[in-house]
């Protein structure tokens, strides 16, 4: 298989190795010394994480399925020739792990229409799998940082074919793509409106989490601080029950004393 996608890359116009970036607009360069990455860098005004995490969380497995299966294909009205290019691939399955969420996507792609769904406890082994949060992986796939210094960091971890997921990132890196646009297009003529209030929503909800994380650190804080009250407390009665058996064994031996003589 790793023959097969070197093989795909080089035919690909202009491949180039891990590292190297080729579409306009996306992230370049290898991992400089001594990278920092921010949390701004991966969570973009420009995405709803937040409120996307939230919709991960409590949909419904069968209507995310629907909705990831309508956001594939929407993507791949957007980009044919991307599309083109993942149906010459060898079939490949590849499991995308959020650790974000208590969920998991299954990535097919290769001698056909690639397909995106909830990863099942009976799927067939995957030949690679890609671990990160929702933040990392989307920042990945739409190029905002440099896909080396995500695996420097182990902000993302493959493991498995990772011939696999190299050919896929360096597919992808010809392509700008904001997966927010292609959400957005799924409601037609009302694009604009979802699009406008999906970042709306996510502003309020981060104002809302700021002013909640102090109200919560305090709270926090106070917590400790009642539990470091107990414990101290219990500490002092072990202390005074100490200092009572130090005083009754010692009312003992002098009387042992006092026998004696």
Partial sequence: MLRAFQHLA???PEARPVGAHDAP?????GVAAGVVLRESDMEEAEFPTILARGLIAATPSPLLDLGAAALLRKMGRSHP????????????????????????????????????????????????????????????????????????????????DTSAVVALRNVLDREIISVLDEASSLFGPLRRFARAGALSWERRIERLRDVLLPVRAASDGL????????????????????????????????????QAA
């Fill in 81 to 160: 020739d991307l599309f083109q290019v993942l149906a010459e691939f060898p079939r490949t399955v590849i499991r995308i792990e959020l650790t974000d969420l208590p969920r998991s996507f299954s990535l097919q792609f290769g001698d056909g229409a690639p397909s995106l769904k909830l990863a099942g406890a009976n799927d067939a082994p995957a030949d690679a799998s890609v671990k990160g949060s929702l933040a990392a992986l989307l920042a990945l796939l739409e190029g905002r940082i440099d896909s080396d210094a995500l695996f420097f960091t182990r902000e993302i971890v493959i493991a498995g």
């Fill in 25 to 29: 607009g996306r992230a370049t360069g």
């Fill in 10 to 12: 080089a035919g690909t």
């Fill in 223 to 258: 917590a400790q601080a009642e539990r470091d009250a107990a414990e101290n407390q219990d500490l002092r009665a072990e202390i005074e029950a100490l200092k009572t058996r130090l005083s009754k064994l010692e009312a003992r031996q002098r009387r042992k004393e006092g």
